[in-house]
């Protein structure tokens, strides 16, 4: 055995190192993504007088202003509901693993579910009563599923769950399943503090709150109001239940706000129209309205349509607080059932947010809980998508305020109402894998690379197989870089497994690192490179979709086939 510790002359040691560079590597990588912002993307609705969806209006009919400036629309689309036609993906399956290339005769195309919703359920927040009613309309609803929709059920405390499915019998049961989270009652505080009441006397120094908390305080506490001493004290006492309250409340809307985030996520998942429905009383969201902003970024971008249900139906707002919240002083009394009024109308805020944002409905003061599930369910039929990038914008997180018009002054508009600035610059590395990411759970082909794709499978036992994946591709369109005597490039290829209601059942990763000769390159320019992925699945129905990204050009290709394992 030789060791080398040293190389001369240098043109030597190079040569040798070429030699010894593999001129291809192929590694494995775990199928997990996440999204960034660069493109900022504003959804819009235009409805005539009769509240019916135009789609007549060209981009030049649109301004669209980033605080108060008029922006340049680089991107304008139209969309129609339902003219995408159902997914239809051929056989590709072959039986025999020596033969590839021929399907399995006599087995029909599969047709993916093409209509997803997921339903929310505010748990945290919502009341028995509102609750009860809500989830009655729900059942009602979900009893006429359709049989290419597909429905989730998910609550904001993460108790209750059920994926995507076309089982009544589990949507019921699940529904059922659903209670509100119990919660101390606030009269039994001393002194009652609420979320609206902590936020404004710890977040905006409002004096006039404290000055409620503190009347409070001194009743609740029978302190004398005419001891300067004891008075200070109360108000001490009332800024730490401030403080106290501040902190659980702001803790259960982070954790609303996740899991809204992971319910839109999980549906950003599946193949078709897409859309999720919020049932919920509304919540505050105090110095966390930059992360409803990630969450609309991130709908917007995977195609989902957030809908809203008030579930408090027809309420009024001069009914005074809550009973449960006692008050010792008079002053004190009006003053919190003025908050009172106030926090139901800033609670149904972040409701509309989510929707105006996402191209979707907010329902709200109507009893009626089925026409609520009815027009949540409904998709508008026309609506646009608009898009700018903002100059010279800065990376310091500061809100902007968006607005869209239009030149016929008898039309309505919906639209997003503002975003964040990002804090940092994008990575290109996240957003290719973005790219890859929407391209997967897309229903779209794309043939930038050209590609094609097999499979492979055998019995390992009754219910289990193995899977493979054989995407065979085309390296004539790829964009390689010459570095030396080598031409580089490296290719990503991505598969997701999806099952019969559309849930992504496993994906696999490869990455393909090419530093190729130019003898190669021109073998390889004519044969193709092939790329083969294992996967353990059960014995069914299943949609492959696979998506092939280079590099260098940035160009990708996506395909879709359907394997049946009897």
Excluded at 249 to 256: A, F, I, K, P, S
Aim: hydrophobic share 40%; aromatic share 6%.
């Amino acid at each position: 055995m030789r060791v080398i510790f040293g190389c001369f002359p240098v043109l030597w040691c190079a040569l040798l190192f070429a030699q010894q560079t593999p001129e291809m590597q192929t590694r494995e990588t775990p199928a997990t993504f996440r999204t960034k912002v660069n493109l900022v993307l504003v959804p819009v609705v235009v409805r005539d007088s009769q509240g019916r969806a135009i789609g007549t209006l060209k981009r030049e009919d649109f301004q669209l202003f980033d605080k108060g400036k008029l922006q340049e629309i680089t991107k304008f689309s139209v969309e129609k509901a339902g003219s995408k036609p159902p997914l239809v993906v051929e056989d590709i399956s072959a039986k025999d693993p020596e033969e590839p290339e021929e399907a399995a005769p006599g087995r029909p195309a599969s047709v993916m579910a093409e209509k997803f919703t997921a339903y929310l359920f505010d748990d945290e927040h919502l009341t028995f009563g509102n609750l009860a009613q809500a989830r009655e309309a729900a059942q009602r609803h979900l009893a006429s599923l359709q049989p290419t929709e597909r429905a989730a059920i998910f609550t904001s405390s993460g108790r209750t769950m059920l994926e995507f499915t076309d089982d009544r019998a589990q949507l019921n049961e699940t529904l059922l399943k659903i209670a509100p989270r119990s919660k101390a009652t606030a009269g039994s505080d001393c002194p009652p503090m609420n979320y609206y009441m902590a936020d404004l006397i710890q977040n905006k120094n409002d004096p006039t709150a404290l000055q409620a908390a503190t009347n409070d305080t001194l009743g609740c506490m029978n302190m004398d109001p005419t001891d300067g001493a004891q008075v200070q004290a109360a108000k001490q006492l009332a800024q730490s239940a401030a403080s106290r309250e501040l902190t659980v409340g702001e803790m259960e809307t982070r954790y609303t706000l996740e899991i809204l985030r992971k319910a839109v996520r999980r549906i950003s998942a599946m193949p078709g129209q897409r859309s999720l429905v919020l049932v919920s009383q509304g919540f505050l969201i105090p110095l966390l309205e930059d992360e409803v902003s990630l969450i609309i970024d991130a709908a917007i971008r995977a195609g989902v349509t957030v809908n809203a249900i008030d579930a408090r139906g027809l309420y009024t707002t001069g009914t005074g607080a809550d009973a449960s919240e006692i008050s010792w002083n008079a002053d004190s009394t009006r003053i919190k059932q003025q908050y009172a009024r106030d926090a139901a109308l800033v609670e149904s805020n972040v409701l509309a947010e989510l929707a105006d944002g996402t191209n979707g409905v907010f329902f709200q003061n109507n009893n009626d809980m089925n026409a609520a599930f009815a027009r949540t369910s409904a998709t508008p039929e026309y609506s646009y998508l608009l898009g700018f990038s903002p100059q010279n914008l800065k990376l310091d997180g500061n809100y902007h305020a968006l607005k869209v018009k239009i030149n016929v002054k008898s039309l309505t508009v919906q639209a997003r109402r503002g975003y964040f600035a990002p804090k940092h610059i994008a990575d290109p590395a996240e957003e290719a894998k973005r790219e890859i990411e929407e391209a997967l759970f897309s229903r779209e082909v794309i043939q930038d690379i050209p590609s094609q794709i097999h499979t492979q499978f055998f019995k390992s036992g009754d219910f289990d197989a193995k899977l493979s994946v054989l995407a065979k591709v085309d390296v004539r369109q790829l964009h390689f870089r010459k570095v030396g005597d080598r031409n580089d490039d490296e290719m990503r290829v991505v598969c997701g497994i999806f099952d019969r209601n559309g849930n992504l059942v496993v994906a696999g990763e490869k990455t393909i690192e090419m530093k190729l000769k130019d003898t190669t390159l021109e073998s390889k320019l004519n044969g193709g490179v092939t790329v083969k992925l294992a996967f353990d699945v059960k014995t069914g129905d299943y949609v492959i979709r696979l998506v092939v990204r280079d590099a260098e050009g940035q160009s990708m290709s996506a395909q879709n086939g359907s394997v049946q394992i009897p």
